[in-house]
């Protein structure tokens, strides 16, 4: 089953974060009942892949000015047809950043559900987001097409950028980390 490497995922998330249940009920559920999950033309949903992008020192995430939501984001975006959402993260996060990034952990960071609106022919639909944590190899970043501006925003000061709860609630997460430093691999 191509959706096995996620529920896998999925089950280690809900052990290290059994306080998320609900959202990781609600991620079974949208996952065992659309084979079709990972496509982006699944309007009951589909499944996104997002990158918290640090600095190797750790003190910085790379945030976007998502150009069709208007607001301080996360990078990421569509699986479009892999199943493997920690690949997808990474692609998306090198796309929309211009950047060379390394996997820090391959377990999921965090998991977030949210409505898209509709949009020229495309109905409102769900984004079911699996964020993963990456490091920049460089600071010098491109800003591409999906995103008016890009910054490195301080992890501390993260409420600056974005009032996004699930933006935030990586920033909580990313600092109550015992080891904060990504190193220099």
Request: proline share 4%; charged share 30%; glycine share 6%.
């Amino acid at each position: 089953m191509h959706r096995q490497l996620l529920l896998d995922r999925i089950d280690d998330y809900a052990r290290r974060f059994p306080q998320e249940d609900d959202v990781v009920a609600r991620f079974r559920t949208f996952i065992l009942g659309h084979d079709r999950c990972f496509e982006r033309d699944c309007w009951a949903g589909h499944i996104t892949g997002s990158a918290w992008l640090v600095n190797r020192p750790g003190s910085h995430v790379l945030l976007t000015h998502h150009r069709k939501l208007g607001r301080w984001l996360q990078l990421g975006g569509h699986s479009d047809g892999e199943p493997d959402t920690l690949v997808a993260a990474k692609r998306e996060a090198e796309e929309e950043s211009g950047l060379a990034v390394d996997v820090v952990d391959p377990q999921i960071f965090d998991l977030d559900v949210h409505e898209i609106p509709a949009r020229a022919a495309d109905p409102a639909h769900w984004h079911y987001d699996v964020r993963f944590i990456f490091a920049a190899r460089a600071d010098a970043f491109r800003v591409s097409s999906e995103s008016l501006e890009l910054a490195w925003v301080p992890i501390a000061d993260l409420h600056t950028h974005s009032t996004e709860e699930s933006v935030l609630r990586m920033g909580r997460k990313w600092l109550s980390r015992s080891n904060v430093t990504v190193g220099n691999t």
